[in-house]
């Protein structure tokens, strides 16, 4: 059973930085796309950034230029980077994990429950 598990969420003032993180544990087989998406109260989720195994990355435009994200493929885990935060992004933020076993050409989906961010004053 693989579990996903957000952290580094919390309360930031306007302009200030947070680093959120999400590990997977479980039998993974190849990661080959990690996300972040984020949901807003009466707003559409957003997917946010995502991480390929060879290590593109893509961005939406509300974040790109102020957010990054990485992964670390021995530990399964893949980060964002947030600066510049604004109070527009508030939301709960969710990763997800695309995982790929080639042996039987199987795809798995796997989402973690969530870490809240607040950007206020």
Same mark, same amino acid.
């Given at each position: 059973?693989?579990? *996903?598990?957000? =952290?580094? &969420? ?6 200030? =930085? $947070?680093? $959120? ?15 972040? !998406? ?8 957003? *997917?946010?950034?995502?991480? #390929? &195994? +060879?290590?593109? /990355?893509?961005?939406?435009? =509300?974040?790109?230029?102020? %957010? ?5 493929? +021995?530990?399964?885990?893949? %980060? $964002?980077?947030?600066?510049? $935060?604004?109070?527009?992004? /508030? +939301? *709960?933020? !969710?990763?997800?994990?695309?995982? !790929? ?5 199987? #795809? %798995?989906? !796997? ?6 961010? /607040?950007?206020?004053?």
């Amino acid at each position: 059973q693989v579990q *996903l598990v957000e =952290s580094g &969420g919390g309360l930031v003032q306007p302009g200030g =930085s $947070l680093r $959120l993180s999400c590990a997977a544990s479980g039998i993974i087989f190849s990661p080959i796309v990690m996300e972040w !998406y984020r949901q807003a109260p009466g707003k559409e989720g957003e *997917l946010v950034a995502n991480i #390929t &195994g +060879a290590g593109t /990355t893509d961005y939406s435009n =509300s974040v790109r230029g102020r %957010f990054a994200i990485s992964r670390d493929n +021995a530990k399964n885990t893949v %980060f $964002l980077e947030m600066n510049s $935060l604004k109070p527009e992004d /508030t +939301a *709960l933020y !969710y990763c997800h994990v695309k995982d !790929y076993y080639s042996a039987l050409d199987l #795809t %798995f989906h !796997y989402w973690g429950q969530g870490t809240q961010v /607040t950007v206020s004053s």
